[in-house]
């Protein structure tokens, strides 16, 4: 049997030409589905109930779970063509970025407005204008073993001459939001301030700068700040007493509360004896320098796509958003992951001494600043700092520390 | 003779080519076309299943490629003959969709300033400062709302100041000029209204309770959250003064959950007829500027931060050779990125060819065993060897603690952290993901060597050392010099391990301007500047660094390729 070639070709084109008009005007279902691109820590903490936030209220709600590091890189390439979130979920300090890129549209806190600081909500601010709604704020503070300290110190500076303190932080790279602690308590800010929020000059060079440079430098060694150390090693060396002091934030709270592998001094890896709550000791910094701590917080936070606004499901995305700032959400946000609500109504009816403690040693804490710039900032101090540390600057600290600052301030200023 | 003759007769290679096509284009066996029609309309049916979405999505561009490609897929395996082309047919498709059409579209990019702040189009950067413009009175009292429709079934907010929480003060109004009844205005004649049902809906719980205010009626849940009244509730702006959304006394905007309304205004007027922007306070007028795809005033303040994607023509290319401040970083990773690429070549290929010989001697037992062994480095996915590395390189890592006895915790050698242990670092885990491939290639080489030359070089007296050299040595280069130079080809741009690694750290100098770490090959420096270095990503300078690798590797390729051509002449 032979079959025609032209016959099958025919058949082929009429079978695709009769699809094609039975489309005639195709049609395209409603969309009613909100997509939230979040973290994984947000996933714990929100999913479920804005999920359930939106079946009851006629809304598909469909929470992307991305990696913390790469969400923002991601939503900025997809928003623009169409295919990204309607929601997202990152830190305050993402904001400056996320304007600059054109991806998100300013938000009417409507009646949460009045439930959050202005503190709070300066870190979602551009110009002036709000762009997020904030979720929950963390900050660091000292964290102690009761076990074996009954008191926190009041003098830091000889606790970390004296190797009692722990800070995590990178060789290389350093850890300038960990380093606020220090760097803050010699009188500088990352960016000078005026009128309660940041303006573009750094606020880190100068006599200041100097002092602290010098302090940086004398703070190396095997005694005093160690780079490097790993999680574990940092959770175990706490746990059992081995320093006294950890520079960390609520996020450490559940894991000095598990057993950790960690290298003793020996170098023998041995595994800790996990901490009970309430040997979880919270207190303020001392300052090293002899100013004020203004250690840096963060606020989580959520953000509207520039698409939503006027779009065909704008109010749906509006009322998950306005649950997100709610106390409901913050709340259960509070009970799944112990985050501190940065809404105040649900931050009232928390209980949690340790939430409570982190919430008054960052009284003073400034959120993060927000420029478009900001990851230079960062890199560039945390590497002038790190470097110190390292003794990369031993033959003149002040000149090393400063030189960074001024080359820092030279591409801001270019930007 | 006649062989040599019947080759080069044209006459003869037609005649060879039509038993060819005899062969392979003659009539098929009945299974043939049948699975073949089979998977072909399989096929179809996705492609044209692809096609009404594209139409309906109104992307004709798409639409006319997917068709095209449809048509040629059909042709190709349709027709009679053209085997070549049945073969060849997906892997040219899907060469040009994931290869060509890349590599066109980053040579485009290259010559525009697409970034952090130049993300979108003009259209997008518009939308966005005229969302900006709106700026929310936080000071004004918000009122809760309901959005209600007018006998001209227009939509309005029917909103309640509870300023005042004994005594609220109700508002009604939509927009006059689209033709709603009620222009903003406060309701005086209470009487009119059910006020009760307002003052219980402080939210939206309870709106079917409608309210009878000259015929109004209140929008159910439902009917709110249909698409159109979602794009329109959120969109509607009553002007406070009834008349402008643009005059000072400014509009009323419902927040995004459509809960409440609250006194809006515009701190900038868009023009859309000329597309420029005036400020209201100064009246600065900012001007779209296509060279720079920011709207500018005269005096060059940006009206937002936000700009668009423009062709910027060759600035990009300008900048890498003329931007100071890239020049002295650029320079020593130029530098660095041929060492390390000559170095992985060089070194894998010593140690493979080593290995090949000794493997090659036939009086090693187990050889096979042995060579089963040296090849589980290739077998093995590169970036989990990366991290396995990257542990044994830790301060406190597997090399310093173990291999080199390292107790002192002051004289550990900082693999991952200074530039020169770093470095070589880097080029030891090279050695050990690549040495493998060399060493297969070599073994191929060695054995396709004719066994009488060895043995004729041996009658004539020459040493193991002179055959290698002399015999052996330029045979292999001869088959492998082209591996070679895809091999540095493809060193050139190892980026896993340089990110795997070390992540091109460690970081120099910190009064550095532009901060290129120790062990950055030009690709990994490239992905820093298009998603992590400065004010953000700038995937304009990245593509134009990649234009520039591109043609530095193909013209090395090339150069090095016709030099091989002269090495094979000589043999």
């Known amino acids: 049997m032979k079959i025609s070639k032209r016959g099958v070709s025919a058949a082929i084109a009429t079978v695709a030409t009769g699809a094609l008009l039975a489309l005639g005007t195709p049609a395209i279902a409603a969309n009613q589905t909100v997509t939230l691109w979040v973290d994984s820590g947000t996933a714990t903490a929100i999913g479920k109930e804005v999920k359930a936030f939106g079946a009851k209220n006629g809304i598909t709600v469909n929470v992307v779970t991305k990696d913390f590091g790469t969400l923002r890189a991601a939503a900025i390439t997809a928003i623009p063509t169409g295919n990204g979130p309607d929601i997202l979920s990152g830190a305050h300090d993402w904001t400056g970025k996320l304007v600059g890129a054109g991806v998100i549209a300013p938000v009417n806190l409507g009646a949460n407005a009045k439930s959050f600081s202005s503190s709070v909500l300066s870190g979602f601010q551009v110009g002036g204008k709000l762009y997020g709604v904030p979720g929950w704020t963390e900050n660091i503070a000292l964290v102690y073993n009761k076990k074996f300290t009954s008191t926190p110190t009041t003098n830091l500076k000889t606790a970390v001459a004296n190797g009692d303190v722990e800070v995590g932080f990178d060789k290389n790279n350093g850890d300038p939001y960990h380093f606020s602690v220090f760097s803050t308590s010699f009188g500088l800010s990352q960016y000078k301030r005026a009128n309660g929020t940041w303006t573009t000059t750094i606020g880190m060079g100068g006599a200041n700068g100097a002092k602290y440079a010098a302090w940086l430098a004398s703070a190396k060694g095997g005694k005093a700040l160690t780079s490097g150390l790993g999680w574990d090693q940092l959770n175990g060396q706490l746990q059992d007493g081995v320093v006294k002091y950890w520079v960390t934030g609520p996020w450490a709270v559940g894991a000095l509360q598990g057993e950790h592998s960690y290298k003793n001094a020996a170098g023998a890896t041995v595994k800790s004896t996990p901490m009970k709550a309430s040997d979880i000791g919270v207190a303020s910094f001392p300052s090293v320098g002899g100013s004020t701590v203004h250690q840096f917080s963060g606020v989580r936070g959520y953000w509207e796509s520039v698409k939503v606004p006027g779009s065909d499901k704008a109010v749906s995305v509006g009322k998950v958003l306005d649950f997100l700032a709610g106390p409901v959400a913050q709340l259960a946000s509070y009970n799944n992951s112990k985050n501190t609500p940065a809404n105040q109504v649900a931050l009232s009816k928390v209980a949690d001494p340790i939430v409570k403690a982190f919430g008054q040693a960052g009284v003073n804490a400034y959120p993060m600043a927000s420029f478009v710039f900001q990851d230079t900032t960062w890199s560039k101090i945390g590497l002038a700092e790190a470097g110190l540390i390292a003794g990369k600057g031993d033959s003149n600290p002040a000149k090393y520390w400063q030189d960074a600052m001024t080359a820092l301030q030279t591409v801001i200023d270019a930007s | ?571």
């Not at chain 2, 041929?338 to 037992?365: C, K, P, Q, Y």
């Not at chain 2, 050392?465 to 591996?483: E, G, H, Y």
């Open chain 2, 1 to 571: 003779m006649s062989e040599i003759r019947e080759l080069t007769d044209v006459k003869a290679q037609k005649r060879r080519a039509k038993d060819a096509k005899a062969l392979y284009g003659g009539t098929p066996s009945l299974h043939g076309i049948l699975i073949k029609i089979a998977l072909l309309a399989i096929v179809d049916a996705a492609g044209v299943f692809a096609a009404m979405q594209l139409v309906g999505f109104q992307q004709w561009g798409y639409f006319y490629t997917e068709v095209a490609v449809l048509l040629v897929l059909n042709f190709a395996y349709l027709r009679r003959g053209g085997l070549p082309g049945k073969y060849l047919a997906p892997g040219v498709l899907f060469l040009i969709a994931f290869q060509v059409s890349v590599v066109f579209y980053s040579a485009y990019i290259a010559f525009t300033n697409y970034g952090a702040l130049h993300n979108g189009a003009m259209q997008d950067s518009i939308v966005q400062a005229k969302l900006d413009s709106a700026v929310n009175d936080t000071n004004a009292p918000y009122m809760p709302v309901i959005v209600v429709r007018d006998v001209n079934s227009k939509l309005e907010f029917l909103a309640s100041d509870f300023t005042n929480e004994a005594k609220p003060i109700y508002y009604i109004g939509g927009d006059v000029q689209a033709g709603a009844v009620n222009a903003w205005h406060q309701i005086t004649d209470l009487q009119n209204v059910k006020t009760e049902t307002i003052v219980s809906n402080t939210t939206l719980n309870n709106i079917d309770q409608a309210v009878g205010y000259k015929g109004v009626t209140a929008l159910t849940p439902e009917e709110v959250t249909m698409p159109e009244n979602q794009s329109a509730i959120s969109s509607l702006k009553v002007a406070i003064d009834g008349k402008s959304i643009d005059s000072k006394a400014g509009f009323m905007a419902a927040d995004p959950s459509a809960q409440g309304v609250q006194r809006t205004y515009f701190d900038s007027l868009y023009n859309a007829q000329n597309n420029t922007f005036t400020r209201v306070s100064d009246g600065t007028v900012f001007s779209a500027n296509q060279t720079t795809g920011f709207f500018e005033s005269q005096s060059g303040e940006r009206l937002t931060q936000t700009g668009w994607r423009v062709e910027i023509g060759w600035a990009n290319f300008a900048k890498i050779f003329g931007d100071t401040r890239l020049r002295g970083p650029l320079a020593n990773i130029l530098a660095w990125t041929v060492m390390f690429a000559f170095g992985s070549v060089a070194s894998t290929f010593v140690l493979g060819l080593a290995l090949a010989f000794l493997f090659n001697d036939e009086r090693i037992r187990f050889r096979k065993v042995y060579r089963s062994i040296m090849i589980l480095p290739y077998a093995f996915p590169a970036f989990l060897s990366a991290y396995v590395w990257k542990g044994m390189f830790n301060d406190n890592g597997f090399i310093n603690r173990s291999i080199l006895q390292i107790h002192d915790n002051q004289h550990l050698i900082p693999w991952l952290t200074e530039i020169g242990p770093a470095r070589w670092a880097v080029l030891l885990c090279n050695l050990w993901l690549g040495f493998p491939y060399m060493f297969l290639i070599c073994t191929g080489a060695l054995q396709a060597i004719p066994a009488e030359l060895t043995e004729s070089a041996t009658i004539d007296g020459a040493s193991p050392w002179q055959q290698f050299r002399l015999i052996k040595l330029p045979l292999l280069l001869v088959t492998l010099a082209p591996l070679l130079i895809s091999s540095f080809a493809f060193n050139f741009n190892n980026f896993t391990i340089i990110y795997l690694l070390t992540g091109g750290g460690p970081a120099g100098d910190p009064s550095l301007q532009v901060q290129a770490g120790g062990t950055d090959i030009l690709i990994s420096f490239v992905y820093k500047i298009a998603f992590s270095s400065g004010v953000g990503a700038d995937y304009g300078l990245a593509s134009a660094f990649s234009i520039l690798i591109f043609l530095f590797i193909g013209s090395f390729s090339m150069i090095s390729f016709r030099r091989t051509r002269f090495l094979e002449d000589l043999n």
